[in-house]
């Protein structure tokens, strides 16, 4: 196949991906929303709150949850991931000394979950915008692929989701929701592992955050992307040329 210089679709291409990684570099690209409604959760906290013998204790314990500091935008993976592990360890540590200081009987531990859980999803929604756009929109979608719900992470999904891992390790005995309730609290304040080993690998590799996302996030889709219109012209062109001859 002869060489061909790349046609306009394929210098399309190139600007459109290097205008937005430019954007996405400086920050300037717009994030995408979040999915999950989060006022919806905030309504079942205080729900379970409400019902609980201890809700003025889990009610302090959403404000002090609220209480922290902003850590900016534009970083490396490395320490997006550290600062979300950190906000973890957080809610870790509070959930464990409300569970000492307090007596979890009735729905308090269905109201340690909610909290729990929106703080997960808020540790993670604040971690996707800290980073690239592109990489949060990446990241969206792919929940919705493994998930396939628009909602993976409320309250509901969450219960059902480890209702029915403790229901297939223990079929003869299903878990009762004060039981999937403190496993959920368990596994809230835990940062997956693998994405832990991938971002220490970043972090070795020292980039910075426009350096990551040039070349992990926006290089490699550029390359296939561009590769593909390319050799669509080329095509295109070769069955032209054969119907003129």
Same mark, same amino acid.
Request: hydrophobic fraction near 45%; charged fraction near 5%; aromatic fraction near 10%.
């Given at each position: 196949m002869a060489y061909r210089s790349p046609g306009p679709v394929t210098l399309a291409t190139m600007t459109i991906f290097a205008t937005l990684c430019f954007l996405d570099s400086w920050c300037l690209l717009p994030h995408p929303p979040p999915i999950v409604v %989060?006022?919806?959760e905030l309504r079942t906290t205080r729900f379970f709150a409400s019902s609980s013998p201890s809700s003025d204790a %889990?009610?302090?314990l959403v404000d002090e949850l609220k209480a922290r500091a902003d850590v900016g935008?534009? $970083?490396p993976s490395g320490e997006v991931r550290r600062n979300y592990k950190a906000r973890l360890q957080v809610l870790s540590d509070k959930l464990s000394a409300f569970r000492r200081e307090t007596n979890v009987t009735g729905t308090a531990p269905c109201s340690l979950a909610a909290v729990a859980v929106q703080e997960r999803e808020g540790a993670r929604i604040e971690a996707r915008l800290k980073g690239p756009a592109a990489m949060h929109a990446a990241l969206m979608l792919r929940d919705l692929?493994?998930?396939q719900s628009l909602e993976p992470f409320t309250l509901q999904n969450m219960m059902q989701q480890k209702r029915s891992k403790m229901t297939k390790s223990h079929p003869e005995a299903p878990p009762s929701d004060h039981e999937v309730c403190l496993a959920l609290v368990e596994s809230s304040t835990q940062s997956n592992k693998n994405w832990d080993l991938t971002a220490e690998a970043t972090t070795g590799a020292? $980039?910075?955050y426009v350096q990551e996302t040039l070349v992990m996030v926006y290089l490699p889709v550029c390359l296939v992307i561009t590769m593909i219109a390319y050799f669509?012209?080329?095509?295109c062109c070769r069955r032209k040329k054969k119907n003129t001859d």
């Open positions: %989060v006022q919806s %889990v009610t302090q935008i534009g $970083l692929w493994v998930y020292n $980039l910075s669509s012209e080329v095509l």
